[in-house]
């Protein structure tokens, strides 16, 4: 079930590679709170949440 939450909250996210996205937006889509969205993606990824929405030059 986590596993699959995050897995849906990377999916949302490349979906909307075109777009800005909130962290707020990712955790409501994945019926999250923004703070366990947060920890749980760092948890399983070993990468924070917001570091996803960086992008190279």
């Known amino acids: 079930m986590k596993a699959q939450t995050i897995m849906d909250s990377i999916q949302y996210m490349e979906e909307r590679l075109d777009q800005?996205?909130?962290i707020e937006e990712v955790?409501?889509?994945v019926c999250m709170s923004t703070c366990h969205d947060q920890r749980l993606f760092h948890l399983l990824t070993g990468i924070p949440v917001q570091n996803t929405f960086e992008k190279d030059g």
Do not use: D, F, K
């Open 27 to 29: 955790a409501e889509a």
């Open 20 to 22: 800005p996205v909130l």
